[in-house]
Nanobody, 122 residues
């Protein structure tokens, strides 16, 4: 069983930056991908960034490509999302996730973190 714990959310003005972290722990088994999802008020949860667990190759939703960067430390214990040039529409609860396949689809998520709030003001 994998445990995920996010930290680093907060409030920032548009154009600013925030860094989210996710501590990964628990019994290791074959992990394919880790990722970040978000859910804005009144909207469905969506995947925004993922990374291959073994090769460290990232992939992104078009909405964040070029602004956000996902990474996994060498010990594979901390997943990070660096968010730059934030927009008001990035306001959401952000969730760390462990996925059984490398795609930003909700159906592939095996484990969710508890979520952390990001608020971007104009």
């Amino acid at each position: 069983q994998v445990q995920l714990a996010e930290s680093g959310g907060g409030s920032v003005q548009a154009g600013g930056s925030l860094k989210l972290s996710c501590a990964v722990s628990g019994t290791p088994y074959t992990r394919r991908c880790m990722g970040w999802f978000r859910q804005a008020p009144g909207k469905e949860r969506e995947g925004i960034a993922g990374i291959y667990f073994d090769k460290g190759i990232p992939f992104y939703h078009d909405a964040v490509k070029g602004r956000f960067s996902i990474s996994l430390n060498d010990a594979k214990e901390t997943l990070t999302l660096q968010m730059n040039r934030l927009k008001v529409e990035d306001t959401a609860t952000y969730y760390c996730a462990e996925m059984r396949a490398c795609a930003l689809n909700l159906e592939y998520v095996r484990t969710w973190g508890q979520g952390t709030q990001v608020t971007v003001s104009s």
